[in-house]
């Protein structure tokens, strides 16, 4: 079992819709918990970034951490299409040392 | 307040040269970290330097290594070039490293290509 699994997609959807995008954990030692958005030839950017269960907001998004399930998930609402952009998760432990997942593509169409 | 810089942007080097990338962080910032990203393992962790210290380091080769200034720039060399580390390097500055990734910068990256 990979240790972080994270579709790749490309996940398609209309300006306006809500995005959900999300991502499956298998190591209990991960405490942080964040997500990255990457346009094409640029570094990722933190989005978001959280320590515990349950939801944290941030203007349109929404990261929401399930660790009884090992899973976390973004919710992006009114989605426009610069919000088109490779969107990683990554989680770190006490080491401190970041895990990403492999990223996917959303592209967000008028 | 400018942000992470890189240089070179783009290189192109064959197989069995070195290379020596270089990272300028954001003023202030004392933590660089360096990360590989290739279409195959995604974005990996290679090494973090704070205040000219290495203080954690991923599960890369010893052909990997780096070191940190004392104004906090950052060079990252890799010898022996092999084709498989053809990858976008990326380094990220932060104020207190890797444990306080919330605070953590990411440059445009070198893309590095080994023929």
């Known amino acids: 079992q990979k240790e972080v699994e994270q579709d790749p997609g490309p996940l398609s959807v209309p300006e306006g819709a809500i995005v959900s995008l999300n991502c499956t954990y298998s190591n209990s030692a991960f405490q942080y918990f964040m997500w990255y958005r990457q346009y094409s030839r640029k570094g990722p950017e933190l989005l978001m970034y959280t320590y515990s269960s349950g939801n944290k907001e941030d203007g349109r998004f929404t990261a929401q951490v399930d660790k009884s399930s090992k899973y976390i998930s973004l919710f992006i609402r009114d989605s426009q299409p610069s919000d088109s952009a490779t969107y990683l998760c990554a989680f770190s432990g006490g080491s401190y040392i970041p895990t990403f997942g492999r990223g996917t593509s959303l592209i967000v169409h008028p | 307040k400018a942000g992470v810089t890189q240089t070179p942007r783009y290189l192109i080097k064959t197989r069995g040269q070195q290379v020596t990338l270089s990272c300028s962080p954001i003023?202030?910032?004392?933590?660089v970290s360096w990360y590989q990203q290739t279409p195959g393992q995604g974005l990996q962790f290679l090494f973090e330097y704070f205040s000219e210290t290495q203080r954690n380091k991923g599960n890369f080769p010893g052909r990997f290594s780096g070191r940190q200034f004392s104004n906090s720039r950052s060079e990252m060399n890799v010898s022996t070039l092999e084709l498989g580390d053809s990858a976008l390097y990326l380094c990220?500055?932060?104020?207190?490293?890797?444990?306080?990734?919330?605070?953590?910068?990411f440059g445009p990256g070198t893309r590095l290509t080994v023929l």
């Open positions: 003023s202030g910032h004392r933590s």
């Open positions: 990220a500055s932060s104020l207190m490293g890797t444990s306080g990734m919330d605070t953590q910068y």
